[in-house]
């Protein structure tokens, strides 16, 4: 109903605030390894009761197929070596415990891993997807962050499409690419995925009443980028250092676990 | 008395290794015989202890439960393990359910008792080591202490006749030890018999009816403490008369 | 971290059965999700914190503060909905600011739908810490086992809960022995040190595993596991409880 106009300058200047705002909202911590204990992860899950019933229905369903083989492959593991039963919980895990740690952001503050890219390495994305769904539970139930009724849609984001582009790039890059390049985009790549199946879910969800789903996408896809881009490249720094640590250190258990390459 | 374990003439080299752990280890324990086990770090401790519960398989030698020579088959394992329970230094390794009961009910659930029978297992056992109370709670938030309690009972719950303990009182203060000790001395009273591998020599003094030292992988004493440690000849043998001197031995590093 | 799980075994209503509580939870969610009206949220807002104060005896303060875990999300997801951009003006019945050559804008129907995002997010996400905060993780495990998921699935479950907290109790040790040696007084000293804080997880995890798959053996585990059944407390009134609370939200659901 009524429109003002603003001169450029004091558009790009309202911008530049907003993003520091923005940014100093979303990190609020130092870089202190403790304040890992009880802080918030700042990944993006969908929170519980944000989706309407019938995309949260519709990403279950999207997500089943990936459950059974994931679970049929799990039961196929066990059966065959019962060891695996405790070394896929110790994943899992660690998988949890890595997305508690605190890692310093290329922007200056801190944030959080998802872990789904080192997880992915070594147990594949079908596996990785039920694992991180258990993730994804204790997540809701244990942290309060993310839900229940959109336990399918995270999946599908967090434990589906971001692993699968980090095996894709793994697989295809291992042996032609330097080693901590590879790392570094099966991790970032991961994380980025993520954050991009995100956005197209909830620009699915609420469409944009001007624009429809592209408007809504860029616009969901603006908004999260301040806190998921950087995050992204984090995780992938740190997942290097981690893989070259690993490898150094831990050759042995690393080839017991299949990991080619170590 | 009534020979409940023997270990005859154990030979045992970790597989990839070149030097062996156990050359021709040989003890006995009788039924309700409280015995400690001493050593060096490196000395095979623990691995004689993982023999006597058919954890490891020897190069030579046999382990012999109520005079029967132990089998390494599946059924035999299973036997094996009723009659012969282990605990472990850290209670960390060894609780690895989400509640005490359900950890608690591990042993008997393996061994196939029925679920009211296994049930009550796990309230004799948790009445024995006094963690009753802890039943419903998640195995992580426990105490130390607590823990090892738990631990013991997980074991205990399979009503084994003997008890292997790899240094499990290691880890507790004073006076959770006394009360870990009191709980073997009820086990002692019920005709069970205890090996408990420790570093603690003022337990091994007042405590244990016997004491087996052991260097690099042999046995180099197997007497009660009063003789042990007032024979010259034994505390020399063993190194043990430093540690009893307080100064240690010039070849020693 | 390890809050919600303490609060979850210490509540009042631990021993009730989960089935009930998570029958309550589940028919909440439900019934904000499909109603369209904001008030329905407000009032599983209120019903969920009531019960899960006063019921279960969790501070006030803490489920609060549980309840607002997702602000941020929230905040920037309505800020996605609200809003609209374009390169041109938007047509009529829209409110639009300026910036430069973009024109941000909004209408009476995205600000109306965020506020039923809004409230139903809240209302679904009570009902959720209700039984996060009442509900210790093995019994709802266990509820899952009763609804015959797969037994591999549940063990799993229960391994991971298990080694959660191991994990985290080493990487914090891990952590404070770093600390102690200025591993993050700089930054880059804080990547390194984080990165070696996660390998070394790593190989603890792995080695813990190994160890405790002898313990496992020692035990008598050949492979199947079976679990014995959990008891709990039945409460004939929860179903009384559970109908108010549907039929007061059906009515809020449904006024004009």
Sequence with gaps: MFTRRLSRRVCWGVLALLLLVGHRIVWAHSTDPFAAQGSAPRYMHIMEGFLPPIWALFWFIVALPFWVIGLRQITKLIADQPEMRLLLGVAGAFTFALSALKIPSVTGSSSHPTGTGLGTILFGPFVMAVLSSIVLLFQALLLAHGGLTTLGANTVSMGIAGPLVGWAIWKGLHHRAPFWLTVFLTAALANLMTYVVTAIQLALAFPDPIGGFVASFVKFGTVFAVTQIPLSISEGILTVIIMNALMSTASHELRTLGVQGA | ?253 | ?256
């Excluded at chain 2, 374990?5 to 290794?17: A, I, K, Q």
């Excluded at chain 2, 061994?111 to 948790?126: C, F, I, N, T």
């Excluded at chain 3, 080695?207 to 409460?235: E, K, W």
Aim: glycine fraction near 8%; hydrophobic fraction near 50%; charged fraction near 15%.
């Design chain 2, 1 to 253: 008395m009534t020979v409940l374990l023997e270990v005859r003439d154990l030979h045992f080299c970790y597989p990839g290794s070149a030097e062996p752990v156990l050359r021709g280890v040989s003890l006995h324990l009788g039924a309700g015989e409280k015995v400690a086990l001493i050593g060096s770090n490196g000395s095979g401790k623990s691995t004689l202890l993982l023999h006597c519960n058919g954890i490891l398989r020897p190069d030579r030698g046999q382990v012999r439960v109520a005079g029967q020579v132990m089998g390494y088959e599946q059924q035999a394992l299973r036997a094996w393990r009723r009659q012969v329970g282990l605990i472990f230094q850290y209670p960390d390794d060894q609780l690895f359910s989400a509640s005490v009961a359900q950890d608690i009910s591990f042993g008997p659930l393996n061994l196939g008792l029925s679920d009211s029978l296994a049930r009550q297992r796990v309230a004799d056992a948790a009445a024995l080591c006094g963690v009753t109370h802890l039943l419903a709670r998640p195995t992580h938030a426990l105490s130390g202490g607590e823990k090892t309690r738990v631990a013991l009972a997980g074991v205990l719950a399979m009503e084994p006749r003997i008890l292997l303990a790899d240094e499990a009182l290691s880890t507790l203060d004073p006076w959770m030890r006394l009360h870990m000790l009191a709980i073997f001395e009820r086990l002692v009273a019920q005709g069970k018999s205890i090996l408990l591998a420790t570093h603690d020599l003022h337990t091994v003094r007042t405590w244990a009816e016997r004491v087996i030292v052991m260097r690099a992988g042999q046995v180099l004493a197997d007497a009660p403490p009063a003789q042990l440690f007032s024979d010259p000849v034994l505390l020399t043998r063993t190194g043990l008369d430093a540690v009893v001197k307080g100064v240690l031995p010039p070849d020693r590093p």
């Design chain 3, 1 to 256: 971290m390890s809050q919600i799980d303490r609060y979850a075994y210490t509540s009042r209503i631990r021993h009730l059965d989960p089935a009930q509580k998570t029958g309550l939870a589940a028919l909440v969610i439900i019934l904000c999700l499909i109603l369209p009206r904001p008030a329905v949220g407000v009032g599983a807002v209120l019903w969920m914190g009531m019960l899960t104060v006063w019921w279960g005896g969790i501070p006030l303060p803490v489920v609060g503060r549980v309840l607002l875990a997702e602000f941020l999300f929230l905040l920037l997801a309505v800020v996605g909905v609200v809003l609209s951009f374009s390169w041109e003006p938007p047509p009529v019945g829209f409110w639009s600011l300026q910036l430069g050559p973009l024109w941000i804008s909004t209408n009476q129907g995205s600000l109306a739908l965020a506020g039923l995002l809004v409230s139903r997010a809240f209302g679904a996400t009570a009902a959720m810490n209700f039984l996060a905060l009442t509900t210790p993780f093995i019994d709802l495990v266990d509820l899952l086992r009763r609804l015959r998921v797969s037994p591999v699935l549940i063990d799993l479950m229960d391994v991971m809960y298990r080694f959660v907290f191991v994990l985290l109790d080493s990487m914090g040790r891990i952590a404070t022995a770093q600390q102690s040696r200025l591993g993050y007084a700089t930054r880059r000293a804080a990547w390194r040190s984080s990165g070696l804080l996660a390998s070394r997880l790593f190989v603890d995890a792995y080695q813990r595993s190994q160890r405790m798959q002898t313990a496992l053996a020692s035990r008598g585990y050949y492979g199947d596991l079976r679990v014995l059944p959990l008891d709990y407390r039945h409460d004939g009134r929860v179903y009384l409880l559970t109908a108010a609370v549907v039929v007061s939200l059906l009515l809020a659901g449904s006024r004009a």
